[in-house]
């Protein structure tokens, strides 16, 4: 009895859920490149280099394991171009009796397996996807007892679950649960920032990455100099190198932007991580190792350990339990088109180019980048919550809606109504000043506040705090930000938003088109 086991491009781990417990010679394992996937936004070339080149090599891997792999090129020209038309052309191409898959990664790729069973005449059999640490359900459950999703709290969960970073009675390591005070300082001159591990393309990489210029070239960013891991053994190499050079100063650092260092102490780990090629628990297990060998401080393996089993299996319970209807949420009622300058990096805002020109180059920003500069300025300037989510899914090479989304509505464009963030993360000019070099550089003058030459964060800032007063006014983490807006003279007030309007009256909107087909 033939069973057909589809692998999904993000589920490229030897030790799968569906592969597991069965014998080779009773299966053929699926793997499709389909035109919907490539293009149901117009990803960056580099994303869809790596995703491809990825699946190719995991199919070569699995072969030689023993198993029979199906496996369908884009550019197949019997290829429906779906998931769906595909699963039904291999069921019956093998005569399959049955489907075995383990839970996709994204809401639309569910509806399409939700169909799939009487689409095709065979059962399906939906299985948990065990690389997570914490399931959908398991997620579900701790949500409804919480009331409200606090991830501190969660983490601490996961911390337990795993025993990561726990002494033997149970307590946290060091006496603390989070050290993220320690892990707050600025760039500093002198400072060795080490290289990620690059990988050269091989033929396969090679083979792929001509077919993303034929067929993609048109999409954003920048395709040449390509050198992400694209198996499994390459990915752990980067690791190794990432706990060796990096991981030390990671915590420190963690909040720091530097012009031209596009990596700084981060990991670069997670386009492996997101398409399976490493594991969360060997990432977080290899940090804790380096702690307790007393190779890195406890805030660098804590800090770094946090986004793995905290932040990131939140952020995929959070979309799970929120779907679909987060993906449509405009809490603050934002509809100003996504600027132009998102596309084509032609802004005078130092920072902002900068993590642009990141993103360009290396399908990467890394969190403040994304966070502080990039999500704020949409934020601050008013720009419709799914326009910014579109393009954060386009441009990153680790972009997968389950984890994109909820850091773009929830966390950084407080679009959720502040179920996954109590405050909005916004920030004028000082904070980006304090944390990187990039304002000596800049046009702007950080310092001043309003008038033509001033940095536009600093109007658009007290600009969103006066539109959204009644909102926020109330918060109580937000008291000082309103006591101070509050205690300036009416003229003041009116000199932050008028400056405010005239910088958003420059702002050009992104043509149609970039992120999605133009519908006709
Ligand atoms: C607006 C916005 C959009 C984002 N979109 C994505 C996305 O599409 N895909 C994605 O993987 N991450 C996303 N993130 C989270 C985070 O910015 C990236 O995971 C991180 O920058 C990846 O780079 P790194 O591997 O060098 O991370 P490091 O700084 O080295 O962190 C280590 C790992 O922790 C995990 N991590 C850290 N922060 C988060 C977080 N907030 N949510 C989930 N995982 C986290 C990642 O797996 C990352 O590889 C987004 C954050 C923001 C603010
Ligand atoms: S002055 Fe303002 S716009 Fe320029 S780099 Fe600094 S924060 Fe960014």
Redesign the pocket.
């Known amino acids: 009895m033939t069973i057909l086991i589809p692998v999904l491009g993000d589920q490229l781990t030897h030790d799968l859920a569906s592969l597991r417990d069965v014998i080779p010679t009773d299966a053929v394992v699926l793997m499709m490149e389909v035109e919907q996937e490539t293009t149901y936004v117009r990803h960056h070339k580099r994303k869809i280099a790596l995703i491809l080149s990825a699946m190719r090599h995991f199919a070569e891997e699995l072969r030689a394991g023993g198993w029979t792999v199906d496996y369908i090129r884009l550019d197949d020209p019997d290829n429906t171009g779906s998931f769906t038309g595909e699963v039904a052309r291999a069921v019956e191409r093998h005569g399959c009796r049955s489907i075995r898959i383990v839970e996709p990664g994204e809401w639309r790729v569910k509806t399409a397996i939700d169909g799939w069973s009487k689409r095709c005449g065979v059962p399906v059999d939906v299985i948990a996807d065990d690389r997570f640490i914490c399931g959908i359900l398991e997620f579900q459950t701790w949500a409804q007892a919480r009331g409200a999703l606090v991830m501190e709290y969660f983490y601490r969960e996961m911390r337990r679950k795993t025993g990561l970073l726990m002494t033997p009675d149970g307590k946290p390591e060091g006496g603390k649960w989070n050290l993220d005070h320690e892990n707050r300082a600025p760039p500093r001159r002198g400072l060795n920032y080490p290289e990620p591990m690059h990988f050269a393309p091989d033929p396969i990489t090679a083979e792929v990455m001509a077919l993303v210029a034929e067929r993609f070239g048109g999409h954003f960013g920048r395709l040449e100099h390509f050198s992400l891991p694209v198996t499994a053994a390459q990915a752990r190499l980067a690791l190794e190198h990432?706990v060796k050079t990096a991981l030390p100063d990671?915590g420190t650092y963690?909040d720091a932007m530097v012009t031209g260092q596009d990596?700084l102490y981060?990991?670069?780990?997670?386009?492996a991580?997101?398409l399976g090629l490493l594991t969360?628990l060997e990432?977080a297990r290899a940090a804790a190792q380096a702690y307790a060998t007393g190779y890195v401080p406890l805030n660098a393996a804590e800090g770094?350990i946090r986004?793995?089993i905290g932040?990131?299996e939140y952020?995929r319970g959070y979309y799970w339990l929120e779907m679909p209807g987060v993906a449509g949420a405009n809490g603050l009622e934002a509809t100003r088109p996504l600027p132009e300058f998102y596309w084509t990096g032609e802004t005078e805002m130092r920072c902002v180019s900068e993590a642009l020109r990141n993103t360009r180059d290396n399908a990467?920003?890394?969190?403040i980048q994304?966070?502080m500069v990039?999500?704020n300025f949409a934020m601050l300037a008013g720009v419709r919550p799914q326009d910014v989510a579109d393009w954060?899914?386009v441009v990153?090479a680790?972009?997968?809606e389950w984890?994109?989304l909820?850091?773009?509505i929830g966390?950084?464009q407080h679009a959720d109504g502040g179920r996954l963030a109590t405050k909005p993360y916004a920030g004028g000019g000082a904070y980006i000043d304090r944390m990187s070099d990039h304002c000596g550089s800049c046009r702007y003058r950080v310092k001043q506040k309003t008038g033509p030459d001033a940095c536009p964060f600093n109007a658009l800032y007290r600009d969103f705090l006066a539109r959204h007063e009644q909102r926020f006014g109330s918060n109580h983490r937000m008291t000082n930000m309103y006591g101070t807006w509050n205690r300036m003279k009416p003229e003041v007030r009116d000199a932050y938003r008028a400056s405010a309007a005239a910088f958003l009256d420059t702002l050009e909107p992104a043509a149609p088109g970039w992120a999605r087909e133009e519908q006709t």
């Open positions: 990432f990671f963690q990596w981060h990991s670069w780990l997670s386009p991580l997101n969360p990432v770094f986004q793995i932040w990131r952020v990467y920003a890394h969190h994304r966070l990039l999500g954060f899914l990153f680790d972009a997968f984890v994109e909820p850091n773009v966390m950084s």
